[in-house]
């Protein structure tokens, strides 16, 4: 369904990107946001399953300049790998990047970011600091309990796993739901319960937040009336 192409970046690199087109109408843009094992086949299947459910969706590479082409493993060498990575990558060249495939899709209707992992922190910095998006979702970003109390500027929906290790679950979703605009949704799952290609994946669980994560997009993108109900 989908394509590899080349996007421009706002510093002039030309950085992978996948691009997965809507079947039927189109409903909105996506901009996914990888974890950091790079554009994965998992990754291309989600944009692609997007894509089916009527979204336009823009998946960068975020690591491109450093290692293009990057598609890791999900064993010990490829997590290595994808650490010494994440160490030289910039966070706000990841935001900087999410912005202009946000402009890219905005003239086309509603836009939304989300973000698995590492890609689930920067939907969330995204969210606060970038205008025109209609919504957020993040996936269990590892950066979130540092982040947390950055308000976004658009509503957000957040999927966390009740048993994941490396965010403190209390404190992070006390701090999330400060905020009037955001849904935190909790499984019975630890961190990268999404990913059938990781050991927590948790089936139930990630079709659930995906069932979640379409309705959300679904009321966002949809205007309301002059009374506060959806437009038929």
Known sequence: ?????????????????????????????????????GLTLHIQEQCDRLAAAGYEVLAPSLFDRAAPGLRLSYDEAGWKQAITLLRGHAFDLGV???????????????????????????AWAAAGRLS??????????????????????????????????????????DALERHPAVEVLTYPAGHGFNSDRRPDFDALSAELAFRET???FEKQATPLSDTGTPEA
């Open 132 to 173: 025109g998006l209609s919504g957020a979702v993040c996936y269990y970003g590892g950066k979130l309990p540092a982040i947390a109390a950055q308000p976004p500027l658009c509503p957000a929906l957040v999927h966390l796993g009740r048993d994941d290790a490396e965010i403190p679950m209390r404190e992070t979703r």
């Open 214 to 216: 379409l309705r959300f």
């Open 1 to 37: 369904m989908g394509e590899f192409i080349k996007v421009a970046m706002a510093d002039g690199a030309l950085v992978e990107t996948y691009r997965a087109t809507p079947q039927g109408a189109r409903r909105g843009g996506i901009v996914l946001l990888q974890e950091i094992f």
């Open 96 to 122: 900087d990047d999410t912005a202009t495939c946000v402009e890219r899709l905005l003239p086309a209707g509603p836009v939304f970011v989300l973000g698995y992992c590492y890609g689930g922190s920067l």
